[in-house]
DNA sequence: ATGGCTAACAACGTTAGA
């Protein structure tokens, strides 16, 4: 059975309606993943998926900072919410969806920023960014990724060398650092997942999801990274027909800094 | 040449993002 599955993270969802509603709209995704909506659960705005036939919402939020919702025209079989690193920080939930006469599981990731410094022993927010990392990969081994599942969201790390515009001068900026990289790789090896965006797209071609804001010309100069990610265990390789990183978001008003990645499923 | 931007909060300044 199709199906289209889309991340994004959406940097504060109330200031984003416009957007969120033309990408629902143009893209029509079954199901939709969003990552830092930066609201309490009870101030989602629920009615513009509803009135879009995503009958099915699942919000995780808390006021002010991260949250992660997922909004789908297919029912949830299960829902659930993990807590990484002692903390109930909004930053991760897991939904189940029928699929033909089989279940997909699906879980959408906020990994912590890290801030500024990359020395967990001067800066505890990178500290907790590997700890957080480290957390997901011992979880996700212990019998998670078995079957059909998609692990996707923000992840905070652009993991190889065209997934950021400068290689070279991003080797000590957060997000690119070998300790980032190389552990997200052994996590997504040891998981057994597929980069779904790189088995489309040649290693060697650049490619982006996040733009800063702080840019003259955000599409000039073309500093981006790839931070967002759509990953599906080998039971769904076969299946996957195809991908898209719609880059013209980020040019839309008053748009999200991150933009939308899409997978399609046959 | 990383920061020149953007948003939330109970607040017109601080924190966070990456």
Not at 18 to 31: C, H, K, N, S
Not at 160 to 188: A, C, F, I
Request: glycine share 8%; net charge neutral; with cysteine.
């Amino acid at each position: 059975m199709p199906l289209t599955v889309a991340t994004w993270n959406i940097n504060s969802i109330r200031p984003r309606i416009g957007i969120v509603t033309r990408f629902l709209d143009r893209y029509r995704p079954d199901i939709l993943c969003l990552q830092e909506i930066k609201c309490a659960t009870e101030l989602f705005p629920l009615g513009i998926f509803h009135e879009r036939g995503y009958a099915h919402v699942f919000v995780n939020g808390q006021p002010g900072y991260h949250g992660v919702a997922i909004a789908s025209k297919r029912p949830f079989l299960d829902t659930a919410i993990r807590s990484f690193c002692g903390k109930a920080d909004a930053r991760h939930q897991r939904v189940a969806v029928r699929d033909g006469s089989d279940t997909i599981c699906l879980h959408n990731f906020y990994v912590p920023a890290g801030g500024d410094e990359p020395d967990p022993a001067v800066n505890e927010k990178f500290a907790h960014k590997l700890a957080f990392l480290d957390e997901m990969a011992s979880w996700l081994n212990g019998g998670e990724t078995d079957g059909a599942a998609i692990l996707l969201g923000d992840l905070n790390v652009a993991p190889y060398e065209n997934d950021v515009w400068s290689h070279r001068q991003l080797l000590k900026v957060v997000s690119h650092t070998p300790v980032e990289t190389e552990g997200l790789e052994m996590l997504r090896r040891s998981g057994g997942w597929l980069d779904a965006v790189r088995h489309f797209v040649p290693a060697d071609r650049k490619l982006y999801t996040w733009w800063s804001y702080r840019a003259a010309d955000w599409n000039a100069s073309d500093r981006g990274r790839r931070l967002d990610h759509i990953w599906v265990t080998p039971t769904l390789a076969p299946r996957l027909a195809g991908i898209e990183v719609v880059r013209a978001t980020r040019g839309w008003q008053r748009p999200s800094d991150h933009v939308p990645v899409i997978a399609r499923l046959v």
